[in-house]
Each structure stands twice: as C-alpha cells, then as structure tokens.
C-alpha cells in the first residue's frame, strides 16, 4: 500500500501560480503511474495530468500548456505546476498512485487527502 499526502494548495488570483507536491511513502516500488485528479463543487472527479515509470505524461486539454506534471523517483514526490491559474480550476486537487504486476498480485490505486486551490477571478 502506498500512503499519498498532498500540499501547495491555497488561494491564488486569476493568472497566477502555484505549484502542488504529493508526497509518497510506504510501497512506491510499485508504483508504475501517477496521476493528479480535481473534482469542483457539484462536479465529478476528472483526470488533469498523469506521468508513467517512463516519464511518459498526458493532460486534461483545458490544462495542456499551463500546467506540468513531475516525478522525483529519488524522493519519491509528485509534483503538478500550474501557472495562468483561471477560475474554472478551482477544485480539490488529489493525487493517485497505480501500483500492479510484477511487484504486487493485481493492481490497486491510493489516493491522497486533496488540497483545496481556489482562484479568485
């Protein structure tokens, strides 16, 4: 199992930036994805960024270009860059990890706590 805790939320004015790290500890050997989700009020949960073991990443397309998903293996820390900071991205953010074969039998996801970012228009 692989324990996430995120942080760098916080309240930000539109155009603005800020940067997100998750933290992980306990089976990161494991870990073979990822991800950065948000879920608004109201709203579902979607997908905003994901990074691989190869580095290999993908983006929501209304982020695309204004945030970047990292990965230090070493310190076992996500991070989600997110600069031109609109309204519409308020949310809480959350953090997952895929971890699955060959490591573990089957293939499961954690999730960290979330961290609120607000933008004020």
């Known amino acids: 199992q692989v324990q996430l805790v995120e942080s760098g939320g916080g309240l930000v004015q539109a155009g603005g930036s800020l940067r997100l790290s998750c933290a992980a500890s306990?089976?990161?050997?494991?870990?073979?994805?990822m991800r950065w989700y948000r879920q608004a009020p109201e709203k579902e949960r979607e997908l905003v960024a994901s990074?691989?073991?190869?580095?290999?990443?993908t983006y929501k397309d209304s982020v695309r270009g204004r945030f970047t998903i990292s990965r230090d293996n070493v310190k076992n820390m996500l991070s989600l860059e997110m600069n031109s900071l609109k309204s519409e991205d308020t949310a809480v953010y959350y953090c997952?990890?895929?971890?699955?074969?060959?490591?573990?039998?089957?293939?499961?996801?954690?999730w960290g706590q979330g961290t609120q970012v607000t933008v004020s228009s």
């Open positions: 997952s990890a895929d971890s699955g074969p060959p490591c573990i039998d089957g293939s499961y996801t954690d």
């Open positions: 306990g089976d990161t050997i494991c870990i073979f994805r």
């Open positions: 990074i691989d073991n190869s580095g290999s990443t």
